[in-house]
């Protein structure tokens, strides 16, 4: 997929979990263009936002990071789920935001679940 992703692998480092998002970075890495590791959530969403990327996916991010651009998302017309495809919940500490429908339905088969930050505040 000629797309750029923009990920974080975050500072959880439990083994699971951490082998978990490595999984997830080396499928990425094998189906887009490229990976780039911004080191903000906040960025890396108005990136999508505004066109400069086409793929965000974290899990372990807070709401107060995603808030303000997943509307910032939905306004330019792209797409904001949970990273399991299923609809995006605020609270879950998961998300895929892609710049169209057709690439979110293509990416989230891509991306191990890690449910153990769901709803840990």
């Not at 974080?8 to 959880?12: A, R």
């Not at 899990?59 to 997943?70: S, V």
């Not at 710049?99 to 339905?105: G, I, N, T, Y």
């Given at each position: 997929?000629?797309?750029?992703?923009?990920t974080?692998?975050?500072?959880?480092r439990?083994?699971s979990?951490l082998?978990l998002?490595?999984?997830?970075?080396?499928?990425?890495?094998?189906?887009?263009?490229?990976?780039?590791?911004?080191?903000?959530?906040?960025i890396?969403?108005?990136m999508?936002?505004?066109?400069?990327?086409?793929?965000?996916?974290e899990?372990?991010?807070?709401?107060?990071?995603?808030?303000?651009?997943?509307l910032?998302?939905?306004e330019?017309?792209g797409?904001v789920?949970d990273?399991?495809?299923g609809k995006f919940e605020?609270m879950?500490r998961g998300?895929?935001?892609t710049?169209?429908?057709?690439?979110?339905?293509n990416?989230?088969?891509?991306?191990?679940?890690?449910?153990?930050f769901?709803?840990?505040?």
């Open positions: 997929i000629e797309s750029i992703v923009l974080n692998i975050g500072s959880h439990e083994k979990v082998d998002k490595l999984s997830t970075f080396r499928k990425l890495s094998e189906n887009f263009r490229g990976i780039r590791c911004v080191g903000s959530a906040a890396s969403l108005a999508i936002a505004n066109g400069e990327a086409d793929v965000y996916t899990f372990g991010i807070h709401c107060w990071d995603m808030a303000a651009c997943a910032l998302i939905t330019a017309g797409v789920i990273p399991t495809g605020m879950s998300i895929l935001a710049c169209s429908d057709e690439l979110a339905r990416t989230f088969p891509l991306i191990d679940h890690i449910s153990s769901e709803h840990d505040v």
